[in-house]
């Protein structure tokens, strides 16, 4: 039989031949066509009055997110510790300390009540997650920063298309970090971008973004270099090469195929499970939600039993996440309550899930599923 992976690439014949055509400029570093990503980025996304830098990594653009926000030594920065290792190492990258707050068993998303008993005087941020791209409780999170004069930034790196009343998420609001990483719903191969409200944000990102030097973005993107450029302060080699970008220019064509056959099937996937007293499902019917994984909630506690009972079928799956505080470099950080953290751990379980996805391999996942389940029933 052959296996299911969690992941599958969608890369097809154009994205060779947008890769070729990068090749062809002869421009291989940050250029027009990184430019081009960045326009088709705010396209997308619908941006008006708001900005796109692009970045070559997720992770880099949280890091650049911060130091943009000014977050420093002798700064608190609150994410949830239900996240990717990679907001937490930005924010230590920078100097200032990690708190980890709890999640609310809603959407999995940070629950803002326990987030305000962490802030002190010395908190300058917050990053909520969209898990799995669903939207977290995101009018709560910017009451939360309004009252507290924090700034937000917002990790929206699963959540790249999804909207919340009728607006994608990154096109209002503060800061907005995405990634094009391998497995995201769009890729350039790695990649990241973060969205601002101002030109002159954009500036400092530009030269947080390649060694603090400034003037060379301009003439990067007309495929040159600037031979008189200063240095005006701190920057990392964070850019994203016209040869990424053009495998990111080829994808974001797709990404309103990829999104409506993501949709289907975990609108699929909700219907066939949603009887199962065992499981929950996602809340949610996925119609404003653009699904970079389909997670969902094993209530019996026979999850390992059913990961083996899949994996005899030949289908992968993933467990998003082993949370943050649990791992040895950040086990001393501070954090607040995690009860419904270290109750979701155990219980979440991600399917696989495939822009365009193999009919045969969504019903064969649903059958391992239901299945599992069935056989519970008789023993
Ligand atoms: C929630 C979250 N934040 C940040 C990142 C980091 O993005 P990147 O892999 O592009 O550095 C990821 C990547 O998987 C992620 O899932």
């Given at each position: 039989?052959?296996?299911?992976p ?9 994205t060779k ?48 997110a ?11 920065v ?38 305000e ?6 908190t300058?941020a917050?990053?909520p ?14 009451e ?23 607006k ?20 350039s191969?790695?990649?990241g ?27 990067r ?6 031979w ?10 964070y ?14 064509k ?17 219907k066939?499970?949603q ?29 390992e039993?059913?990961?083996k ?6 289908i ?15 086990q ?18 991600t ?6 996805m193999?009919?045969e ?19």
């Amino acid at each position: 039989m052959e296996k299911i992976p969690v992941f599958i690439p969608n890369i097809g014949e154009d994205t060779k031949l947008h890769v070729n055509d990068a090749l062809d400029i002869g421009w291989l570093g940050m250029g027009s066509t990184t430019m081009e990503f960045e326009e088709r980025i705010s396209k997308f996304l619908e941006l008006k009055n708001r900005y796109v830098v692009t970045t070559n990594t997720g992770t880099s653009a949280l890091h650049i997110a911060l130091k943009l926000a000014d977050i420093g030594p002798g700064d608190e920065v609150i994410t949830p510790s239900f996240n990717y290792v990679a907001d937490h190492q930005a924010i230590k990258m920078t100097g200032a300390k990690v708190v980890m707050c709890d999640i609310s068993d809603e959407n999995l998303g940070i629950d803002c009540k326990k987030a305000e008993e962490l802030i002190t005087e010395k908190t300058k941020a917050i990053i909520p997650l969209h898990f799995a791209g669903i939207p977290c409780n995101q009018k709560e999170v910017f009451e939360l920063a309004k009252k507290y004069k924090l700034r937000i930034i917002e990790d929206a790196m699963h959540a790249f298309g999804t909207s919340i009343d009728n607006k994608k998420i990154g096109s209002y609001g503060d800061i907005t970090c995405f990634s094009f990483d391998p497995v995201k719903i769009i890729t350039s191969i790695d990649g990241g971008c973060v969205i601002v409200n101002t030109k002159e944000e954009v500036e400092k990102l530009h030269r947080l973004r390649l060694l603090g030097v400034d003037k060379d973005t301009t003439e990067r993107y007309k495929n040159k270099r600037a031979w008189d450029y200063d240095v005006l302060g701190e920057g990392y080699r964070y850019h994203l090469t016209n040869i990424m970008a053009s495998i990111g220019n080829s994808q974001i064509k797709k990404i309103d195929e990829f999104i409506v056959s993501r949709q289907k099937v975990c609108q699929k996937y909700n219907k066939a499970f949603q009887n199962i007293s065992e499981i929950k499902i996602p809340k949610t019917n996925f119609s404003n939600v653009s699904p970079f994984i389909y997670s969902l909630r094993i209530l019996n506690g026979k999850r390992e039993d059913l990961i083996k009972h899949l994996q005899s079928l030949d289908i992968d799956v993933g467990i998003h996440f082993i949370p943050v505080h649990k791992h040895k470099f950040f086990q001393n950080s501070k954090r607040g309550d995690m009860a419904i953290t270290e109750k979701v751990v155990k219980q979440v379980l991600t399917l696989p899930l495939h822009s365009n996805m193999k009919d045969e391999f969504v019903n064969r996942i649903i059958n391992g599923v239901t299945s599992f389940f069935n056989n519970l029933k008789k023993d």
